[in-house]
């Protein structure tokens, strides 16, 4: 049997999604890799190569970014978006609506910035399956492996993180006044930050059946400001419909040097 | 014309002319833009948003940003907290050099194409190379709430801490990664290095006891010491038109870390890593050697070093009466400022804050290690060059290949 030829390319990203690869639990993880995949960098000479898979972790804010994604397409049958950075852009939203101003601060006036917007990589070529989370979860990710060995692409989790908390009976945070995520988030990591005693920050993204007006509503009564609300779903939430209907102007920040 | 080095993580291109010697290395990724994102967040956003800065060195990044704002506030952290926290660092060490010598690039001195061919060719290497990532990962994932990034380190303490039987399975976890570990150092402690010997100036910490991997005052070779609140007068970067700063240390290139930190302090080894150490040396015409390809030598001996901070770290924690979690105590914010500088895998990190009444972020500066060392990179690749006129183009660039990726540059960090 062909081993399927699978291809890593990190666009605008810290490369954690990647590197789940290289951080299997057992050996025998490692042999299921190698029994069914032929695992090939991007960094590596691979022009004109074709791919059965393409992992692609990071998101996409310059030309090059651009250029690369549409490569990679070209040469790939399957495309998987790995992680938040090109699911939904991630914290690299942040710089979004501000890049001068941040630009300037970083590196002074002078400086000429290749960075366009910072977008999820399903903007500019289509995706067969997103597998979100900030890193991804490596259980999450061992599943969508075996399911790709076999020429097949998993379901999208459906539940959102607060079916997992109230089975490990986590102290919920809204309940306490405190903002979490939680209830609009996708759970592809088995509520890992509230078992360890911090709030959801929604890496995975938002379920299909989430109510983003209503969470909004519950930050407002917590006391949270318009912006600070803003700050909290962007990274995750900001290039989705339900947000930037609520929210359509970009957030504005002030540096003062 | 331009090409990208093969078999290193982020996307560095060098454009080399065999015939004048001329060599230009270029970090491609995109400027990131995290100390101007923090500003005007609140300080207990930045250590989530820090840790994202890369994975390789994420729980450096978060420990750091973490510690610079409690500088700020002048907050005391329990011994039981502080030593979790050198766990963390010692574990961050291990897992970023574990990655760079047996994953990405072990193709340099180990006779395969690359690490996963490994499991065919040489099962037992392969086996150790595992245990060791899968030891580390657990140990971080016990001890954090992760292995690419940490959930539980938070300003004042940790919002979880493991318990007594977990501190006991990290315990038997570090010394079944160290055991692979020293069987594995072998690559590295009988390679045959290429020659290229170059005064350096290394730079790394200092401290009056043991390896350093926090404190106060900074050490460089030939002999100066200066404190971290002086480390933005001594250390200047300069910005360029490219998204990575070059910094200086006197006007001139210097390098930091394992070469450096081995360099430095070698007399300071735990004793495995010295005993193994000290053995190796005989091979080596003299050490330090000031010959950059040994930055893999440094690395393997400092992942049997750290395994050996970890073990004892653990065992202090597994015996003493007073293990238990503090939950954080409350503290109020006030316009402060705060700095740090730590030692991260590939060295010297600098996380400085200005935070207002409020706890807001109103300035901040990070300087990474990879883009301190970058300066040397270039200078060796010049001398490497000029010493190898007479080898063919091939050769040449296998050297120099060889050469960026002993430097293990942390291309994320460079473009923070």
Known sequence: ????????????????????????????????????????????????????????????????????????????????????????????NLANDNTKKLTNYVYGRKYQTKITTNKPIDYYITVDYHLSGCPIDIESLKQLLANLAHDKIPEETINNICLNCKINNNNCFLLQEKPCLGPITKDNCHSLCPNNGVSCKGCAGQTTSANLQAIITTFKKQGKTKKEIKQILYPFFGHTKDYKKIFPKPIKIIIKI | MEQLVSNTTGRIKININFQTNQIKLIIDENEQLFEGIFINKHYTDIPYLASRICSNCSFSHN?????????????????????????????????????????????????????????????????????????????????????????????????????????????????????????????????????????????????????????????????????????????IEHITDSPVKNSYYKNKEFVTGALARLSLHANRLAPQAKKIHLKSINKFSSFPAYNSYHNYYAQSIEIIHFLENIIDALTQLSNTSNYKFYPIKSFKTRKSEGRIVIESPRGLLYHYYQ??????????????????????????????????????????????EMLIRAYDLCTDCCVH
Do not use: W
Not at chain 1, 12 to 34: A, I
Not at chain 1, 48 to 76: E, H, P
Not at chain 2, 371 to 397: P, W
């Open chain 1, 1 to 92: 049997m062909d081993r399927k030829k699978l291809i890593i390319l990190n666009l605008s990203g810290c490369k954690g999604c990647q590197n789940q690869l290289f951080s299997l639990p057992k050996n025998s993880d490692y042999q299921y890799l190698l029994k069914y995949f032929d695992i090939f960098f991007f960094n590596n000479n691979v022009k004109n190569q074709s791919f059965d898979i393409a992992l692609i972790n990071g998101s996409a804010k310059t030309k090059r970014d651009i250029l690369l994604l549409k490569d990679i397409k070209k040469q790939s049958k399957i495309i998987i978006a790995l992680g938040s950075c090109a699911c939904s852009g991630g914290i690299k």
């Open chain 2, 63 to 235: 420990l750091a940003s973490i510690m610079a704002i409690e500088n700020a506030f002048q907050i005391k952290i329990n011994p039981i907290n502080k030593k979790l926290r050198e766990l963390i660092l010692y574990s961050q060490i291990v897992q970023s050099h574990t990655l760079h010598i047996y994953f990405f690039s072990i193709k340099d001195y180990f006779n395969t194409p690359d690490f996963l061919s490994l499991a065919q060719t040489n099962p037992e290497t392969f086996n150790d190379i595992v245990k060791l990532k899968t030891n580390i990962d657990y140990i971080l994932n016990i001890v954090s709430g992760g292995n690419i990034h940490p959930v539980t380190t938070t300003v004042g303490g940790f919002s979880k801490i493991p318990s007594i039987s977990n501190l006991k399975k990290m315990l038997l976890c570090s010394k079944d990664a160290l055991k692979s570990a020293k069987r594995l150092a072998k690559i590295y402690t009988c390679a045959n290095y290429p020659n290229l010997q170059k005064a350096t100036t290394y730079l790394s910490l200092t401290s009056q006891r043991g390896y350093p991997i926090i404190s106060d005052v900074i050490e460089s070779s030939s002999g100066e010491t200066f404190a971290t609140k002086n480390y933005t007068k001594k250390i």
């Open chain 2, 355 to 400: 935070i207002d009444k409020d706890g807001i972020i109103k300035n901040c500066n990070i300087i990474d290690s990879s883009s301190q060392s970058l300066n040397n990179l270039e200078s060796d690749m010049k001398v490497l060059l000029d010493q190898t006129s007479k080898l063919d183009s091939t050769t040449r660039l296998e050297l120099i």
